[in-house]
């Protein structure tokens, strides 16, 4: 006897279509973030024969053409790291026309190691010295502050105490970087070495001490690395928490608001006046970020997608972290620029398609 089997498709049909959405939602994912990016070689130029050293953190001038960046000195003992400037009085803060020539410098022999820089709505530069302590000879006095400078390079305060560490409400340790709130208030992070301070110090616009949050650990509020600080548009604190592999967000009085792994391991933040975020991975390889590219991610700054990839052409997950942008800044046309520390330039993008 023959038996019949009557299969009733509309049974499996449901289970066919999420199967099929999963999978193009899968492969959708899996598809390399575009670039719409494309590089311009030799962009900035150094006057009087002057070689590149390490360019660290670079910032926007308010009027959105003009770009700053910390150089560290010039490449004249190429094996030497974290102390650059120690024996130096080359300008180590720079300003360059949208050609890429030099216009103003200043800073020559005041940092051993700049690191971070911000350049405040009425144009003053504040930059970070985060040499560490082994790095500083006996009885230097630079190392551990913070420097506001005039446009023109006049020194209008500095916050810390110079050539000492500590953790008191007017020193730092190794501080990367800084940054100011729209009223003027100052957010310093204060922790460049992973077994520094790691903490978020805040002062009001005249430099006196308001509070401070954070300590070495993995916890929500608790950091390794903290390598780069930045204010977005709705007033939150975003802080590359680098050996942790995330950002983590914050109002202006350090509570904890969220915290962020899809940009990679953070290095420099950026946040354009279209509410894009720009953020710098120059550290992710098999070891300290296993299966993330080393690279700029662009995304949208209020939910945190993630649009663009701008992968470091010559990168190699296996090799040694620092090979591309440490940090990165865009101007008022949309021209990216990466700064990078080992190969010793500052990098020029242009937008190429939309």
Known sequence: MKTSMHINRSRFLPAVISTL??????????????NPYRSVEGWAKLPDGRTWGAVGDLDVDPDGVHMWAVVRCDATAP???GDECVDSDLDSILKFDADGNVVESFGGGMFIWPHGIDVDAEGNVWVTDAVADNRVPAGD???NQVVKFSPAGEVLMVLGTPGQSGSGENQFTSPADVVIGADGAIFVADG?????????VKFDRNGRFIKAWGKTGYAPGEFRVLHTIAIDQRGRVFVGDRSNNRIQLFTQDGEFINQWTQYGRPSGIFFDAHDNIYVADSESDDEQNPGWEMGIRIGDANLGWVYYFVQLPYGDPRSTAGNGAEFVAVDAAGNMYGG??????MQKYVRARP
């Open 79 to 81: 094996n030497r790291f």
């Open 141 to 143: 006095k630079r190392g």
């Open 340 to 345: 990078e520390p080992s190969p010793r330039r």
């Open 192 to 200: 460049h070495g992973g077994v520094g301070n790691n903490r978020v």
């Open 21 to 34: 959405l999963l999978l193009t939602a899968t492969a959708a994912f899996a598809q390399p973030y575009a």
